[in-house]
């Protein structure tokens, strides 16, 4: 992903790193092997399952970047919360979002998003 500012690329944690995905990889493995322990040791199918479980919600929660990467020359824009037009733009996004039939789990996160920003302590204009 390419960053409009250019101090932020390669700063900016890209979940595909090779390292990232390494260690996504390591923690999914490890509960699939817990689970197969477990069923071997004669644990209860509640335990098993839990494992199961744990490895099926790390992959659906990193899903998004390793299933849908964003490609290296695509423009990302990011807003931290102390610029002053960091959560109105958030709003407008999710606004815009909801009214065109978008996600609506996504909006609704990106206005729990914009709150924070507005509770953040520092507020300026935004600066190199």
Not at 37 to 50: H, L, R
Not at 90 to 117: C, I, K, P, Y
Request: hydrophobic residues 45%; proline residues 5%; aromatic residues 6%.
């Amino acid at each position: 992903m390419r960053h409009a500012r250019e101090d932020y690329n390669g700063r900016v944690v890209d979940l595909l790193e090779p390292r990232i995905i390494a260690i996504l990889l390591a923690a999914r493995l490890a509960l699939t092997h817990a689970a197969d322990a477990a069923t071997v040791a004669g644990e209860s199918p509640e335990i098993v399952e839990a494992f199961h479980g744990a490895e099926a919600g790390l992959a659906e929660l990193y899903c998004d970047s390793t299933c849908n990467p964003i490609p290296d020359d695509e423009p990302v824009f990011l807003l931290r919360a102390q610029d002053v037009s960091a959560a109105q733009a958030v709003r407008f996004w999710a606004t815009r979002n909801a009214t065109r039939g978008g996600d609506a789990s996504l909006s609704q996160d990106a206005e729990v998003h914009a709150a924070r920003m507005e509770g953040w302590p520092i507020h300026k204009l935004a600066d190199r």
